[in-house]
Structure formats: C-alpha cells, structure tokens
C-alpha cells in the first residue's frame, strides 16, 4: 500500500516536470490520427493519443480534450475526470460510510451530476442558436426588395423560369424575356430547382419574392449548422467545429448569396449533407447512408456541376484497399452512385429534345479553358477581378489566414483535418486548371470554396488556442482544467479574431447590398402599364446584364440594342419592337446618368447610324431621376416609337415622387417625369 502511495506521489512529480512542447503536442492531436474505420474488422485509426477505437467495450472514456481514461480497479467517475478531482471510487465509499450518507443525498449527487452531463452535452447547441440569429440577421436585410441589386441578372433568370411555368409552358422549358428578338426564348441551364422552388412558393403564398428569399436564407442558415457537425464528425473536436460555424456565420460570400435567388450557396448546403453522409458510409458502411449521400449528391450536382469539387477531398481518406479487396460487396454502391451522378447529364441530353434549337444557353462546357489559367495573358487580366472577388468573399485576412492553415494541414498530413484540407486543395487546384475563367469571372463561382475557408482558418485558430491554452496550464499548474482552459482560448482567440476583421467583414457585406442599379423596377412597371403585351423593347449597351431587371417588372420582351440599323428595322417590322430603354452608365462619382449613355451611342461608330435612327424616330415617354441639389440626374430613359427625340419637351413636365431605395448608408429618393 505505501509503495503503491509512493508510485503515485513520483509520477504526480514526473507530470508536472514534462515540458510545455510535448504537452501541448499531446493535447491537441496535432500528431495524432483522427479515429476513422478503415475496415470491416474494425481497424481504426488514433485520435489525440487514444489506444482504442470508442467502439471497444474495455470501458475507455474520452474527456472533453481528447485524452483517455483507462477503466481499471480505481476506475475514476466520468464527471470526477472532467471535473479534475482526484478521488478514487474506493476511496468515495469510505468517505460516503463514514459521514452515513442518506439515500436523498445520494439522490442529490446523482441529480447534479446528471444536470452537468446535460450541459456538458448541449452547451455547443447553445452558441450555434446564437451563430443562427447572428446569421439571420445579416442575411434577412433587403429580403423583400426588388431583384435590381448585385448580380440581380441571376436572380431574375431564375424568376423567368418560374414565370413562364407558371404561365403554363410546362415545368421543363426555361424562357427567358431578353431573347426577344429570337424565334423561341429557350435557354438550357441545369436542372430548375430553384425555379420550381419559386414555383412552389408562389402557388401557396402568393407572387411575391419573399418567400423564395426566406428558402435561400434558410438553406445558408444549414450551413452553419452542417459545417459544426461535419467538422465535429471528422475531427471529434466540438470546439473545432463551432470555430467554423462561426466563420460560416458571418464569411460575405454566405451572407449576400446567402439571400439571392440562386443556386450557388444552396449548392454547398447540399455538398456538406453528401460529405456528411459519404464520411458516415466511410466509417459504417451503411447503405442507408450512402443512399442519402447519392441523394444530397446529385441535388448539388445538378444545381452546379462545379459542386462535385466536394468529393475530391475524400481522396485521401477513402480505404481504397479494403473495399477493392470486397468490390462485389459493394455493387449497389456503385449502381446507385453511379445513377446520382448520371442525373445532371441525362437532363443535359433532355433539354435538346424538349427545347430544340434554343435562342441562348447557360450550361457549363468543361474543359473550354483548360490549362489557360498557368497563362501569364490571364493573371493579367483576371488579376483585378481576383483581388476584388476575394475582398468581397471573404476578406484578405481570412485568405490570408486560410493559406497558413493549409501549410499547418500539410504539416499534419497524417490526422484525418490534415487529409481533408490537402484534398480540397487539390479539388481547388483541378477547378482552376480546367475552368480558370469561372474564379475571376463572377464573384459567385467562388461559392464552392467556402467550406475550404472556413475549417482552413477554424483549423488555424483552434491549433492556436490549443497552444495557449496548453501554455497557460503549464504556467498556472492548473491540469485539472486543462480541457476547460484549452477550450475557452480557442473560442476567445475565434472571437478576438472576427472581432478584429469585423470592420472588412462589414464592408464587404455593405458593398455588395449597396450595389444597386435603381429604377430599373420603375422603369419596368411604367412600360408593362403603358405598352400592349406584344410590343417589345430594345436595352442600351450594359456589359454586366443588370438591367433584364426591367424586363422582369415589365414583363415584355426585348434583346440588346443591336449595332446593325437593318437589323434594327426588321426587328421594329418582324418582332413589334416599339421602345428603347436607356439604363445610365456609370459616372466618376459611382451615380448613373443616362446622358452620358446617349453620348456613348452617338459617339461610337458601332452605333452611330442607330442612335441617329432613334434621335428621328422614337421620342421620350419616361425619364427616372434622383436629385442632387436642385438638379435632376437622369439614371434611364425610356423611349417610343413615334415623333423625334427632344429633351426640351420635358422642361415643363413635372417630376413625381416615386419611391426610396434602402443603401446602408441611408436612403435614395428616386423621381420620374412622365409625358
């Protein structure tokens, strides 16, 4: 007995002398591998130093910081180990005859402990519901305005879709109304889910783009709650995971096209379902899940083709080995995987014969730039867009910070985060080389790298804590709070750090909802109550495509002003075009002014001999205007076939109110004068 006290005294002693470094080594796992099955005999790779997977049954128990407890004759009480006491249960029943312990008391004890496995258990629930309202708030702002924001083209494709199925051309024929001057208005895309989503709102709740806009925000919502529970299943590190939840909460990307009517965020709520589920059939081999994994792949897949990206960072924790060695085991796997994917090919094949010849087309051609990306001709013209993107998406701290938590992934290769990252680096790597265009065309395109910033830099701060935390347990003595210390540098240094960024993260946020191009919803209802439903209408020149906005409210037809006047003129006799809209082209000072629009077309060659056409053949019908100062400054001008152009007609016409436009900074009144 006294050699047994006297052990126990020398390794106490032998603890406190470890150095720092091998502390913190083996409390953070950052050399250990996370627990994974890797056959049906249940071979398992460690985690944090375990000996055992948590499915053996010698009574192991796993504490809050990934240590193990081994069950032998003095066995410690669960809470007593995450409590840091030190008692034995041998020594608890003597303590516990000697004072006489009542039956109610023990009933207390027993009450208390039960409460704390609660906590112990739903704490991390806690701040995810707070990461939700957090989330809700900052993507709800705008949520019932009119699609005339930020890459509002996308929005209002999606809104023709749904119109024209509604309208009754059937569920599969996607038409738009900026084809009108082509024999049909077709333009194959992917699989409309968005639109028969939209559909669907609109038969239960009424013509309003609310609710579409509430399904967007709901799904971005998922993704917090989705990237907790994938990170938190790879890594067994709750803490981990609520770091990336946090990051997904607020990342800009996930805020604004958390909002949009369009399938991109959407996309990557379901490539984390598959990852989960595909992760879960890794470890279980359960048909159950690997038929959700099939389902949630192919809905990803056929809302974007670039999604199937998130498959790729399984590349190094698939057990190629055992499931070669059991390929007949596994045929329904390949059947129905093989079916998931084939899905978004068999519509691509469909669309020729349900929409044969169509005027225009949205589907994705792969490999169309293959290799151009490793151009120095494309850094240097993608370059600007680049920096712009990754401000907008995630800020450059964050990109920064997703950079050197990749460095850390590869330093720890052999942990289970550490092959995850890897291979979405690789996944990253196999979308640039085969479309490069997609990262610096659209800010959107960059939607399938979100989940890989958000667990590279939450990886980052959790190692981080995790030395701090270690480091202050060495210098306060305090080991018995070691998961407790551990845990609350890593949550604080992930607040610290967001709070630093707040200000970029807010900026970029503000930006893209400041983006606007006012009156475009105006000018849409001005023409859809003055014009008969076969007239069509001509849009001055606009390289981002924003204003097919006017299109949506006006519901009528039109296509780009065309540089050709006989064109022009056949169109006016073949296609009843009667109007010309003029949208404002950007000025120095970031306002729009339709003037200068005008003095584009009459300068340039390519349009000279139309705007000429126009000045004698259309006169003005509606200019729409804010006012700085005392002066009008026109942001469109909508035109009608008949009379001559002449801005002195309007001198005396008076100018009405029309409506406000919510900015972050305040709000925009807007005007128009109407003959």
Known sequence: MMSTMALKKHTKHKEKSKTVSKSVSEADGLGAQDRSTVSDQGAAVQDSGAAQDNRTTHGNVTAQDGSTMHDDSTRQDNNTAQDGSKEHETGEHETGRKKGFSMDSLSKKASTQSKKAIIMRYWPWAIIIILLIVGFNLRAYHIDYPSIGYHNMKENIYLMQAYHMDQGEGLFKLSMFYFGDKDNNYQPDMLPLIAWSILLFWKVFGDSLLWPRLLMVLLSLANIVLVYIFVNLLTKKKELGLVSALLMAIMPIGVFFGRNIQPDIPGVTFMLLYSIFFYRWINGRSRKDFIWFTVFLAISFNLKLTNIMGLIPFIFIIPYKDILMKLKRYVFEIVVGAVGISTAFIWRELQKLIMPDPAGTAQVEFFMEFMKGYSADYWTAAWPALTNFISDNFTWLF?????????????????????????????????????????????????????????????????????????????????????????????????????????????????????????NDVAGEFLNTVSEPAERVFMGPDPSGQTISMLWYAKRYGCWLPQDLDKFKRLEDEKNFRWVFLYGMNTVQGTRNAWATMQYLKQDEKYSRVWEYIENNYRIEQIGAIITGQTPLPYYIMLKKGGSFNVSDFETVPVVFEKNYGFTFGEVQFYSATR
């Open 399 to 519: 990109a920064w910070l997703c950079v050197i938590g990749l460095v850390l992934a590869a330093l720890k290769y052999r942990t289970m985060i550490g092959k995850y990252l890897l291979g979405y680096f690789l996944a990253v790597l196999a979308y640039f080389t085969i479309v490069p265009g997609f990262i610096s065309r659209h800010n959107y395109y960059q939607s399938p790298l979100l989940p890989l910033v958000v667990i590279s830099v939450a990886y980052l701060i959790y190692v981080a804590g995790s030395i701090a935390g270690d480091l202050a347990v060495a210098f306060s003595g305090k080991k018995g709070y070691k998961g407790i210390i551990r845990l609350s540098f890593v949550l604080l240094l992930a607040v610290l750090v967001v709070a630093l960024n707040w200000g970029n993260v807010r900026i970029s946020i503000d930006r893209q909802f400041d983006t606007q191009f006012i009156g």
